[in-house]
Structures are given as structure tokens and as C-alpha cells.
């Protein structure tokens, strides 16, 4: 599959956008808009600036999908403190709703026993209050890495027993968890695929 192609569901152009509520930046003086992460890349600086080194940013995607994999971008930079306030350690999160999805969750031989760690509580918070029976589950945990400016868009996919139980997914929220050393940390690009 070629990832770079594929269409991507978290682009504001294809009727994703973020939700304020499960997004960092209340009380935060971010620059930019979580919007530009969900935007094409103009040029060095279009970025969504957190004035820290972690955060979350949640999506209500184009349309719920079965995801598999994830990609995140990052301007290829020049200085060595533009690579520094790049991601480093993160986590996706799917918001699993609906009572169908929630019993496939439940009866897929694939996913009992596992045990997750949970977002942000104001994340979990803010996704119970618009659907009380919904929950959480990790998709993935991983590391992008942004010294290689011809690598600068990397994509990641889901844990292959997320994957085989089929979950669709609406809300996404990408947990930032560190970066590279900066004391801020610039969100570029996040898209969401599914296998076409």
C-alpha cells in the first residue's frame, strides 16, 4: 500500500477537524491553530507550536474507519532546534463508541486479556461527557524520529491485534508524550489511514 497516496481522513480539507475540548491549549499560549496540523505543509513554521514538550490533539475524523496505520510530518529542517521541538514518544488513541462496535470490542478473541494505559483525564473526560459508554483503547505507541530530512513524513501502523478485530473509529486523539529536547514542540502534519 502506498501510505503517501492513500486518502487521509484526519485533513481538514476532507471534513476532519479538531475538537477544543480533548485538544491542549486551553490555558497554553499555543501558536497557530491545531488546524494547521491537519493542513498541507506550505513552508518551514507552519505548524501547530505547543509551548511545552507534550500535549494531545484530538480529531474527529472525515468519516469513522477502521484505521490501520498513521502518519506524521515534520518540515525538513535545517537547524538543529527546529528537529528538537519535533515529536519523539507518542501515542494514538481511538474513541471506541457505539454499541455494536463496543460488542465487537468485547467478543474479539484478539484483544482480552490486554491492558492499556489511559489518556490525559481531561481527554477522558471530555469524550465521556458526549458518550458515556464509550472508551479509550491504544492503537499504538511510537517514535518518530526527525534526522533524516528525507524521512520527514514517517508512517506507523496499528497494533495488529487493533487491526484484526475490525473497530471503527470516529474520534482519534495523538498524545504527544515527549520531543527531541525543545522546551516546545511543533505538530506539522497528522494523517489517518485505512487499507483501501
Known amino acids: 500500500m502506498d501510505i503517501v497516496t492513500t486518502f487521509n481522513f484526519a485533513s481538514l480539507d476532507a471534513g476532519a477537524y479538531h475538537i477544543p475540548d480533548i ?8 501558536q497557530g491553530s491545531p488546524d494547521q496540523a491537519l493542513t498541507p505543509i506550505l513552508e518551514e513554521g507552519d505548524c501547530w507550536l505547543l509551548p511545552e514538550p507534550i500535549g ?12 490501520t496505520h498513521f502518519s506524521i510530518e515534520h518540515a525538513a529542517m535545517l537547524t538543529m532546534n527546529h528537529q528538537r521541538e519535533a ?4 501515542v494514538l488513541w481511538g474513541f471506541l463508541e457505539g454499541a455494536s ?8 478473541p484478539q484483544l482480552q486479556g490486554l491492558s492499556y494505559s489511559q489518556p490525559a483525564t481531561e481527554v477522558m473526560e471530555a469524550c465521556k461527557a458526549a458518550s458515556p459508554r464509550g472508551s479509550f483503547v491504544e492503537l499504538a505507541h511510537v517514535s518518530y524520529g526527525p534526522f533524516n ?13 487493533m487491526h484484526a478485530a475490525g473497530l471503527d473509529f470516529g474520534i482519534v486523539v ?7 529536547g525543545a522546551d516546545s514542540t511543533c505538530l ?9
Open 87 to 90: 515529536p519523539h514518544s507518542m
Open 56 to 67: 494531545h490533539l484530538g480529531i474527529r475524523l472525515a468519516s469513522s474507519i477502521a484505521i
Open 101 to 108: 462496535n463496543i460488542e465487537c470490542f468485547h467478543a474479539s
Open 149 to 161: 530530512g528525507a524521512n520527514n513524513l514517517q508512517t506507523f501502523p496499528i497494533y495488529p491485534n
Open 23 to 30: 485538544t491542549s491549549g486551553r490555558g497554553l499560549s499555543c
Open 188 to 196: 506539522y502534519g497528522f494523517h489517518v489511514h485505512r487499507s483501501e
Open 174 to 180: 495523538l498524545e504527544i508524550r515527549s520531543n527531541w
